[in-house]
């Protein structure tokens, strides 16, 4: 009789090259759309309007792109971090056909890098992972690292191995919508007059409101994007642990900062890349969210109508953003910094 | 570098005749209608199925009537009641015709009103909004009126000016979706045998079942409307504020409300005006809502299958609704009565 | 002037042979499918995909079996059940052809026994209840059995009549969906290999992980279900009674645990029989679910390429469930278990 249960992969469960295919494939639909406005309050035009998004040349709505990222991301979960210490970090994240519901995703990954800890006891396992859509298109390519619990410490450790990973996602990366035409773009249904060039390199911007985190309200998140991850949902598993709490999944994060981002980016209407990415402090339940921007690059594409924005997105929790908080002179995050995501961001032109 | 976040209007920045087109049109989905239920427990058949409305002639179940308001309301936020102290009434409030998943919502509103507050802190702004779909078709068009924060104390009173508005919509502005044929209406799954006919003026209806709210609905429900309203949301400037706790926003007690009135008045299967209404007392998570209504009038309407009545909805927190409390001697509201609504539903005949 | 509100049937309210039919018919959309994927986490692929649905011969992805009973369920409250004082077993569920977004359920109940209890004050009312879709094919057809208050004491016992329920549905009675052929399932994106050959009869699966439930949750799904029982709503009235608690919907443990069972089962991809079930323990928010199965039989079905397994279904409280706490030698239930499903799972053979 075998055991039938999944106890998820420890490091030396990976090998470098090692291709696995996720399970559960998903048909993202309407519902899940709304449940994404629900729970962060998204005002993107685009995402919200079907009209909006046929008059600049969209057939409708596409899915919100972190939406996307989130559904692709679940898939990985229980292959990968189901015995992950910490998720590490994000890098080369590339953006590339628009999800639109109906559309069906599906999640493979290739192990890319392995590298045991001075410890012994633990390994940084780095993921290249790949979600597609019912054709076969690319809807995300990113890799992210986890630090992921050896089953036996004494297991011998495998050849170091780090993936060479680009600092940020080279312009020609970078994937506008097919079809698209911003020539329809109504900056006044969009909510902001504000456009790509209105925007200088170092510029800061406060995003002002804040949203404080109900233990419901994650839970809800994770378990729709099909994240299985035990930390975020068994509080006596928590009572036993370090924090005594469940730990919010670190993309709730990402979302509420970009949700937040939209008064003073609201014409940031589509997420290009996900550059780098580290979740500098553990959030809970309680917390009040906030979050600004910082423009770190002016790219000009190939479309005269859009101009990208490489932007570092910093979310601080139970302390408005207004001042800036980020990196002491030691290098180490302000304690109220949860996340630092350096990413890049379509705007018109 | 211009200041890219936007702080919402203060009362100075309002002029009568001035109109405002709110951003963030909206496509409203099955995903949407799903939430609402979950949010609320609807149960009146016609928005529950596509066949019982077909029964009656629509296309299929209507979108509804506060869903629509709800979201036609959250766009006004940002431009109208960012710095809103309070929503002090609403009035003249029309449906056009019905809200069906797949269409899109944009809202425009008109300032038609000014008046500054003796404490030249503060003023009261009247606005006239109008709710269309993607044809420009009407859906809801209504006035509310705000108290807004002056920006400066010592900026000149405008002139004086509030708009007339009616007690209650007349007849005329009664309106009935197009090819409604309540020929096919069946009371057993709508849930009661009790019709237009059977109820008279003054009588009051206990709707018996209470509701208590949990943060996490209240947010959720918020940001489905994608109503940014702060005070919602951020606990750390509630902890500052007077009363220590998020505000529920009042459509949710309207919601709640309506739906508990079900037991006592399913056969109302319409909103059809919303004359006035005011938010009696704020209410917070933990809170337990209870409803009566009072009918007011009975109104005749030209499809002789249908008829109209006028209703007095009372929400109460933390008290059941038995006892129908309302006013004091003094004409202040009890404490426990949270929502004052005058409505117009339509019921078959 | 007639009371309008209902106050629920009564013991003395239900005779044998009875027929009722339940209020608020219900078109099931993909948004009330997400919110079940937000509510519990389910990743069984075939509802999850509906590529993964036509790899096995149906033309979409089917509702979750459970779903379809919760909303089947939940009709028959407002008669059935508004008064009970417990739920007290499940029996002879057959589930009919599969439900699909778009449908329209209705559910109708037949009184088939009553029995008052020696107290006077409460007797136990059997229900058969089945949920058609619009074409009026059988979704599921299911008896219950619940405790129920007698309007008055002194009223007179009924004739006691108890019906004959099988111990568990017979295979005569199993459907699969029309069209199924499990030629094209992949146990890879299903996320386990084992099928229902590598099965054995006594075999005892810990599903390992554990979900803690919170109040918003719990509420949020039984109004999604349109049931209305005051027992889970109301905050005030459990302040008065015997928990101090809101009760959670029984139906909420069934898919917390089916939905954790996935690590253990991950091709049991459909429900085909309930055949008994109890609420051993009552659930409040804050417990933290865990869940075990024991396959008790293993059936053969017609179509070569599928097996049925009968599995026990516990989920307790606040313990993990890895020795499979159930029965004392007194025969009463460990106090940790909150359910005791016996339900029959179709797999691939």
Redesign the interface.
């Known amino acids: ?2 055991n ?4 998820g992969n420890f490091f030396e469960d990976f090998r470098v090259g090692q291709v696995i ?1 996720h ?5 993202v ?7 994404y ?5 998204p ?3 685009i995402n ?5 998004a046929r008059a600049v040349g969209m057939e ?2 596409p899915v919100d792109d972190l939406l996307a990222f989130h559904i692709v991301f679940g898939k990985t979960v ?1 292959d990968v971090s189901l015995n992950a210490v910490a998720n590490l970090g994000y890098a080369n994240g590339r953006f590339g056909v628009p999800l639109f519901t ?1 559309d ?1 995703v ?1 999640t493979t990954s290739t192990v890319t890098g392995l590298k045991e800890n001075s410890s012994g006891k633990t390994g940084v396992v780095y993921v290249n992972s790949v979600g597609v859509n ?1 054709r076969g298109e690319m809807l995300l390519d990113y890799t992210r690292w986890v630090m992921v619990n050896k089953r036996d410490a004494a297991a011998p450790a495998p050849e170091p191995m780090v993936p060479a990973l680009p600092a940020s996602v080279p312009s020609e990366g970078l994937v506008l919508p097919a079809g698209l035409s911003l020539g329809g773009y109504d900056t ?5 007059p ?1 456009v790509w060039g ?3 390199v170092g ?1 800061k ?8 985190i ?4 994650h ?6 994007y ?1 994240n ?1 991850a ?1 930390v975020h ?5 928590a009572d036993a642990g370090r924090f005594g709490r ?1 730990l919010i999944y670190g993309g709730h994060i990402i979302s509420l900062a970009r949700c937040l981002s939209f ?4 014409n940031a209407f589509k997420v290009l890349a996900i550059n780098a990415g580290s979740h500098a402090n553990p959030t809970f339940a ?1 917390d ?1 969210i906030y979050a600004y921007s910082e423009v770190l690059e002016k790219i000009e594409l190939a479309d005269p109508l859009v101009g990208a924005l490489q932007v570092r997105l910093v979310a601080t929790k ?1 302390r ?1 953003a207004g001042d800036f908080p980020y990196k002491g002179d030691d290098g180490k995050y302000d304690a109220s910094v949860v996340l630092d995501l350096d990413y890049t961001l379509a705007l018109p032109r």
Chains 1, 2, 3 share one sequence.
């Open positions: 009789m075998t039938k249960t999944f106890a295919t399970a559960t494939p998903r048909t639909t309407e519902g899940d759309v709304s449940l406005t629900a729970l962060y309050g005002r993107f035009a919200s309007s079907d009209e909006f409708r709505a229980p109906g069906t599906t019912q006044t249904l969009a909510g902001s504000f209105d925007y200088e510029e911007i406060d995003h002002v409101e804040g949203m404080t109900e233990e419901a309200e839970q809800i998140a994770t378990r729709l099909q299985t035990k949902f068994d509080q006596k598993i469940r008064n003073g980016l609201a309680g009040t139970d408005p």
